[in-house]
Nanobody, 122 residues
Framework: QVALVESGGGLVQAGGSLRLSCAAS????????MGWFRQTPGKEREFVAL????????LYADSVKGRFTISRDKPNNTVYLLMNSLKPEDAAVYYC???????????????WGQGTQVTVSS
């Protein structure tokens, strides 16, 4: 089982940027799909973005399209989420996840990181 470790969260002002990283402890195989999700207290985990490991094909939630960019570093088994023009409503715990379906449902992902907190001040 490959472990996922997120980093890069923190406090940022509205309009600012952060880059989250998700490092896998082992090789991510070409069949994988890597996703970013976020969650706030009392709410269901929400899809943010995903990337197909082999092709780099991406998908974004409408709420982040044009502001966030997901990318991968295949040799280093790392996924990134660059977040620009952050809004207070983007504040959440962000999770990296691994699955095999090109899916925005958190139920289709079976490996999860521990999460990293993103706080956006207005």
């Amino acid at each position: 089982q490959v472990a996922l470790v997120e980093s890069g969260g923190g406090l940022v002002q509205a309009g600012g940027s952060l880059r989250l990283s998700c490092a896998a402890s082992g090789r991510i195989f070409s069949s994988a799909v890597m996703g970013w999700f976020r969650q706030t207290p009392g709410k269901e985990r929400e899809f943010v973005a995903l990337i197909r490991w082999s092709s780099g094909t991406t998908l974004y939630a409408d709420s982040v399209k044009g502001r966030f960019t997901i990318s991968r570093d295949k040799p280093n088994n790392t996924v990134y989420l660059l977040m620009n023009s952050l809004k207070p409503e983007d504040a959440a715990v962000y999770y990296c996840a691994k699955g095999h379906q090109f899916s925005s449902s958190h139920r289709d992902y079976y490996s999860w990181g521990q999460g990293t907190q993103v706080t956006v001040s207005s």
